[in-house]
């Protein structure tokens, strides 16, 4: 059939885009192109054509916005909106310009119907693997609907496809369609990352390019992938070494090619030095990212043999969990009406996914589903599965098969490490996919004692186990890398990544042994076998409950100096559980947690009320310290209006509230007073940076114990702020004690943002500047005899607490479920022996060889007590 030969190419009053044949040949559906990126639109929606002509001419006028380096591609960007990519070939990338000879060059202004790219078809045909040329929307976003012609078209002549546009379209481009347009490359850069731009460095750059208004390519000698989207830039596939660069076109390309070259110069903030090689305090259990290459372990009779990914081990009953497929169908309502099911979709997940995260404890896990909620906002997914909804596809199918292509392009690769994210590609999308196809994704429910066998288990699934059945579980898919296997380790589960597919076909509840350090699963354990597993089980549980049985005693040195383990706690029911773990006293009472979530301030009444029950709980003898109010422009009260800031770490937070509130602070310091009989009372006030308004807050205080008569209260400052631990001595002058808070004095220290994402790994606070502040504050301190406590997250890290001893710390305030452990390492050092180790790592350089100086002392100590 011929196509109709209108050669309107200007949008009508419909706003409509009319495009021209760029060849002669034949029309067929993109679906039928030999490569599943065109096939399954994850690079935009259009047609494919049979060439008979040799020069691909201009379907359009604009702006050639993208001349590819092997002058087999090039993308159009209309006036009207739309980009079109024209791609001529299959695989012809890989034949470097050969055959090709380039007639415009990028960045110039070209006509509908001119020539662009002149090929030698005979050549190309023989290198290639197939003739057909793509043309497609590269910006799905800008068109609401796709109207290909069909048949035969003759080049110039015929129309290719019409095109209805979207509201914003000719708009949105006017930013970066105007004449201050430039295209810009930076210099070649050598991607530093061990493993190349792998998923974390590879988000941090794509959330960075998206800040630009410019088109951003990444580009890897003759490929290139758009920047601002994570999975096209994980699928470059790139190693270390590989030499990238970037190349923008738009209004702030020049701004745009230096900083993220720069970025990706250093590493994407990626930490180089222990991504090449884990220091030994975070070391998982070895186990290659490959895991053919990881299965050393032989399999003998009796057992499938997969990755180790969470050591431990764990007799229980074989639970096969499958994952149901979710039915969607095929064609939708509208395209406007199918985009905004899926902006929905997208919203909801997003909004599941920091349910989930708000339930988590650990930071890892909740980076995990951190990256998810990256992958939500990726731009080729999302322009992916417009492109599907643009010709008439539901959302949910559209959605489908957006990210079920993205994750099979992945899984191609030759990488572990992509081939890992793939899973959460899957993850993320079918959680999309459910909420499209109103399906409900419920938590796993097994019997007790289970090892789940599954082909993979989604880090959603995994987040959600109930720890209290699964004892462990394994998947035929997935490395020791995967997110499955960091989040089995971060639950304490035994798990077997990579196991023999065989795994699948174990007969429901059949008893099996699972060892998760060495990653075998014994499927016919016999009477021996079990008991021997038994054995180990029970030895491993007896540490636990030696240090469980001994955590009441107070811990001690070896030669002598006495270190007080106290609690870090909400309220009293805290409270009261850390006293079972062996907690003797509460070094940190996060006042904040009773102001937060609701509409009015607490009274004085409900406050004292809740402080008294934590004072009841530990009673007299025992210490009390109470934080005044910690908020803050970073964390709002609603009834506690701050004005916006630009820097809410750096202004109204901590103590500065409450000296601004005065009327707020004095109601709660008479709560807080109240509590005095009960325990032994002492008082901190957070973020204490100046004497000012140290003797300011304690001058408030003074009047309100006057006034209520309460005499024998203790007086302290937390030291979170580098000028309280420069002014350490003046400080103990008139303070009866100090407790570090080593989570803002560190990233006060290192000028790094705690929450920052991209300055997680390096905002560390077993930096020796940070260390050396600690030091400064022990030294202040001891000069006037006052003691110095720990009550930040470093002080449950037991590589940290030798150092701390040494330092000159004498309380640690840990988190529950640590005192117990903490006070058993206490108890097997030595003081003079943990000096010694403080004067080494105050002059080392980096946080890194302090983690590996520590972890020595620690294989040392191990070995001299096992
Ligand atoms: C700290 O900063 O280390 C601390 C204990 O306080 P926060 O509640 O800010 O973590
Ligand atoms: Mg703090």
Known sequence: MQASSTKKNQTTQLRQLTLLAPLSGLLLPLEQVPDPVFAQKMVGDGISLDPTSNELLAPVAGRITQLHDAHHALTIASDAGPEILLHIGVDTVLLKGAGFSPLVKQGERVAAGQALIRFDADAVALGARSLLTQIVVANGESVTRIAPARGRVVAGQDTLMVLDLAETAATSRQGSDSSSTSTQRSAPVRLPNPAGLHARPAAVLAAAAKKYLSDVRLVLGAKEANAKSLVAVMALSTKQGDEVLIQASGPDAAEATSALAELLAQGCGENLAEAASPAPARAEPAASANPVAARTVAAAAGELVGVSASPGLAVGQIVQFRVGAIDVKKTG?????????????????????????????????????????????????????????????????????????????????????????????RDVGRRVLALLAGVAQ???????????????????????????????????????????????RSLGIPAICGIDAAALNLAEGSQVVLDGSSGVLQTAPDAAALDSARLRMAQQAQRRSEEAAQAHLPATTLDGQRIEVVANVRNAADTLEGLTHGAEGVGLLRSEFLFDERDTAPSEEEQAQAYSAVAQALGPERVLVIRTLDVGGDKPLPYLPLPKEDNPFLGLRGVRVSLARPAMFRTQLRAILRAAPLAQLHIMFPMIATLDEWREARGILAEEQAALGVGDVKVGLMIEVPSAALLAEQFAREADFFSIGSNDLTQYTLAMDRGHPQ????????????????????????????????????????????????????????????????????????????????????????????????????????????
């Open 333 to 425: 309502g509208t395209p406007k009406h199918e985009r905004a099911r899926l902006d929905a979709a997208l919203h909801e997940a997003h909004a599941q996914l920091e349910t989930l995260k708000a339930a988590l404890s650990d930071a890892s896990k909740a980076q995990i589903l951190s990256a998810h909620q990256e992958l939500l906002a990726d731009p080729d997914l999302f322009e992916a599965a417009i492109a599907g909804i643009s010709a008439g596809d539901s959302a949910g199918y559209a959605w489908r098969s957006a990210y079920t292509g993205a994750a099979a392009q992945l899984e191609a690769l030759d990488n572990a490490l992509l081939r890992e994210r793939a899973h959460d590609i």
């Open 442 to 488: 419920t938590a796993i429910q097994v019997p007790d004692n289970s090892i789940l066998i599954a082909e993979e288990l989604s880090p959603s699934d995994t987040a959600a186990l109930d720890r209290s059945k699964v004892l462990g579980f394994c998947t035929t898919t997935g490395g020791a890398t995967s997110h499955v296997a960091i989040l089995a």
């Open 759 to 866: 300055l997680a790994k390096q905002a560390d606070a077993l930096h020796p500047a940070v260390l050396k502040m600690i030091a400064m504050s022990c030294e202040g301190a001891s000069q006037h005899g006052k003691w110095v406590g720990v009550c930040g997250g470093l002080a449950s890290e037991p590589l940290a607490v030798p150092v701390l001893i040494g330092l000159g710390v004498t309380e640690l305030s840990v988190s529950v479920p640590a005192i117990p452990a903490i006070k058993a390492q206490v108890k097997r050092l030595s003081l003079a022996a943990c000096q010694q180790l403080a004067r080494e790592v105050l002059l080392l350089g980096s946080a890194r060889e302090v983690r590996a100086r520590l972890a020595a002392f620690a294989a040392i100590a191990e070995t001299t007590t096992t």
